[in-house]
């Protein structure tokens, strides 16, 4: 089977410019997680979708949103970018059970 | 609010040198703990799901117990290729993951 994928792998932004990342998972996973991890405060949740529905969020501002199509596809915006939105995001797909990660897609925000 | 405590936040042993890692944690209705080993610049690679006090599983080198409270890794005769960072995650009533900092392995030849 193949693995969660991620697309773009590395982006360069400017501030005030949004960002869409875009995340498939595991063929049959219904659920997709996204995370921004960093140095200093690791692997944070932004939100998770299943079955186009966000049925959890954590603490980030309006700026993060994200959605998710029929065919469990999901898409992450950061709309405004701040330098402080450099990071590695990590999406994530379950079926449920463990959650299996994507290789991520490394934002450089200047 | 759910809590995960990673210890230490980096070791470095010799080849052969068998240790643990701890993860501490505080959760409402813990629904699983997870292990997973991250590589840099990769994403986190999944190692194993505890649900339950006294639950013991094995991969290779690696054995992941859980209790009320905390989790141990313990790294049997670890090879180089072990090096990575290790991350304790929970998830609790809520349903979210929540992570540690992870611990830093560093296996020397």
């Known amino acids: 089977k193949a693995g969660v994928t991620q697309t773009p792998r590395y982006l360069i932004k400017t501030r005030g410019q949004q960002v869409t990342l875009s995340c498939s998972p595991i063929?049959?996973?219904?659920?997709v997680s996204w995370y921004q991890q960093t140095p200093g405060q690791g692997l944070q949740f932004l939100f998770e979708y299943f079955s186009e529905t966000q049925r959890n969020k954590g603490n980030f501002p309006g700026r993060f949103s994200g959605r998710q199509f029929s065919n469990s596809r999901s898409e992450m915006n950061v709309s405004t970018l701040e330098l402080g939105d450099s990071a590695l995001y990590l999406c994530a797909s379950s079926s449920p059970g463990p959650q299996y990660f994507g290789p991520g897609t490394r934002l450089l925000v200047l | 609010e759910d809590q995960v405590t990673q210890s230490p936040e980096a070791l470095r042993l010799q080849e052969g040198e068998s240790s643990s890692l701890n993860c501490s944690y505080t959760v409402s209705g813990l629904r699983g703990l997870f292990w997973y080993r991250q590589d840099p610049g990769k994403g986190p690679e999944f190692l194993f799901t505890?649900?339950?006090a006294g639950e013991e599983k094995e991969k290779e080198r690696l054995k992941a117990t859980l209790t009320k409270k905390e989790s141990f890794l313990h790294i049997t005769a670890p090879k180089p290729e072990d090096s990575a960072t290790y991350l304790c995650?929970?998830?609790?009533?809520?349903?979210?993951?929540?992570f540690g900092k992870g611990t830093k392995l560093t296996v020397n030849p």
């Open positions: 063929s049959g996973h219904r659920s």
């Open positions: 505890l649900y339950s």
């Open positions: 995650a929970v998830q609790g009533g809520s349903e979210k993951l929540v």
